[in-house]
């Protein structure tokens, strides 16, 4: 999973490879836009700043959740923000619902701003890709559950367990539970097929190992709705 810091510094290094290739074109050199950022230093002596630096401002940059700026904003010192428009990831899924930052004046300090989102419809989603047939799912959830869609076109259930005939990518929706548990598909071997979880607001606990070692989960989203997360919850994924 991409943690926090590593987003913000893949965002920077973009960011510092598009301010290089367009100095390079200022300059009548003109770069591919899929050069790499070590590429794009061999035309230049040093990364060109967006902004000369300015001890009477501060910088507040707006990021969103897959790392991509929405907007930098010089502020003088105890000045304010304005947060740029609500941004709109996975819209089918995902409403955004705050910002990590909740006061943009008297700023003295630079800001690094993120949405929260939570699910549109308060449900936990998991997005799976099945590589072979006849794969059985065990969705490792305590709590009530109110109705599970395994995405496959199969009767809406209450069931936690499901077998899918055929390989492919899937969209499982859970509405309900409280925990998500130990190996959340149900199986160590199954750990691989997990690559996107959005988790619902109804969920409060994310327990020990619930996505260890699950490496190919890119994109993990949950509201303040979780407020304790276990050791080893997410440990080598």
Same mark, same amino acid.
């Given at each position: 999973i991409q943690m926090i810091d590593n987003l913000k510094f893949a965002a920077y290094v973009n960011e510092q490879r598009k301010e290089l290739i367009k100095s390079t074109r200022e300059r009548g050199v003109v770069l591919d836009d899929n050069i790499s950022l070590a590429e794009a230093v061999e035309y230049n002596k040093e990364i060109v700043p967006s902004q000369a630096v300015d001890d009477n401002k501060i910088t507040v940059t707006y990021y969103d959740i897959d790392g991509e700026i929405l907007k930098i904003e010089y502020v003088d010192k105890n000045g304010t923000s304005t947060p740029p428009a609500n941004p709109n990831y996975d819209p089918e899924y995902l409403i955004f619902d705050e910002w990590t930052e909740d006061n943009f004046s008297n700023? &003295?300090?630079? $800001?690094?701003?993120?949405?929260?989102?939570?699910? @549109? +419809?308060?449900?936990?989603?998991?997005? /799976?890709?099945?590589?072979?047939?006849?794969? &059985?799912?065990? $969705?490792?959830?305590?709590?009530?559950?109110?109705? @599970? +869609?395994?995405?496959?076109?199969?009767? /809406?259930?209450?069931?936690?367990?499901?077998?899918?005939a055929n390989a492919g990518q899937y969209m499982i929706k859970v509405i309900g539970g409280t925990t998500l548990n130990s190996n959340i598909l149900g199986s160590a071997s199954l750990k691989d097929f997990l690559s996107k979880c959005y988790i619902g607001s109804s969920i409060t606990t994310i327990n020990t190992s619930a996505f260890e070692s699950h490496n190919n989960l890119k994109v993990i989203i949950f509201s303040d709705s979780v407020t304790n997360i276990k050791n080893y919850a997410f440990r080598d994924a």
């Open positions: 700023l &003295t300090d630079d $800001l690094d701003v993120f949405p929260i989102y939570k699910t @549109v +419809d308060d449900a936990t989603y998991f997005f /799976i890709s099945l590589n072979t047939n006849n794969v &059985t799912l065990n $969705l490792q959830i305590t709590g009530t559950i109110t109705s @599970v +869609d395994w995405g496959d076109e199969t009767e /809406i259930t209450t069931r936690l367990s499901h077998t899918y």
